[in-house]
């Protein structure tokens, strides 16, 4: 099981991913309220 600071590092280095446009999602209800669920954690 990863550790909280793999998960945060994880998380960290994605949403840099998506503020620069590397990793793009689809339009989908349940993506923007996963990440709301995961940022609120």
């Given at each position: 099981m990863a550790?909280?600071?793999q998960i945060?590092?994880?998380l960290k280095e994605l949403?840099?991913?998506i503020?620069?446009?590397d990793i793009a999602f689809r339009p989908r209800?349940?993506?923007?309220?996963?990440l709301a669920e995961?940022?609120?954690l």
């Open positions: 550790s909280k600071q945060e590092l994880f949403l840099d991913k503020r620069y446009r209800g349940k993506n923007p309220d996963a995961l940022k609120s």
